[in-house]
């Protein structure tokens, strides 16, 4: 079992950052892929990025590719996603997920991972 706990989220203007936390339990945290999601009102959950079990090998939305960076203290239990230039549409509640695959290919698929924290808002004002 995997608890996921976010924190971080808040309201900045457009062009601010922000630095999402991911604080995990579970012995098996390490060997997991650890992913971000985010859904807006009226959206589907979308994928935001992926990080493997390693650390070594990350994997990013279109969207977000070249704004936001993955990564993971397997020490600390935690996983963080740092977000910059950030736009009114990247305004959406924030998930972490767990897949406890830990395959090669890191999934953009919320229905491949396993374990969901509660969510953290990111509200983006232009």
């Known amino acids: 079992q995997v608890l996921l706990l976010e924190s971080g989220g808040g309201l900045v203007q457009s062009g601010g950052s922000l630095r999402l936390s991911c604080a995990a339990s579970g012995r098996t945290f390490s060997s997991y892929t650890m992913g971000w999601f985010r859904q807006a009102p009226g959206k589907e959950r979308e994928f935001v990025a992926a990080?493997?079990?390693?650390?070594?090998?990350?994997y990013y939305a279109d969207s977000v590719k070249g704004r936001f960076t993955i990564s993971r203290d397997v020490a600390k239990n935690t996983v963080y996603l740092q977000m910059n230039s950030l736009k009114p549409e990247d305004t959406a509640v924030y998930y972490c997920?767990?897949?406890?695959?830990?395959?090669?290919?890191?999934?953009?698929?919320?229905?491949?991972?396993?374990?969901w924290g509660q969510g953290t808002q990111v509200t983006v004002s232009s």
């Open positions: 997920s767990a897949d406890r695959r830990g395959a090669w290919d890191l999934s953009a698929t919320s229905s491949e991972y396993d374990y």
């Open positions: 990080v493997s079990w390693s650390g070594y090998r990350t």
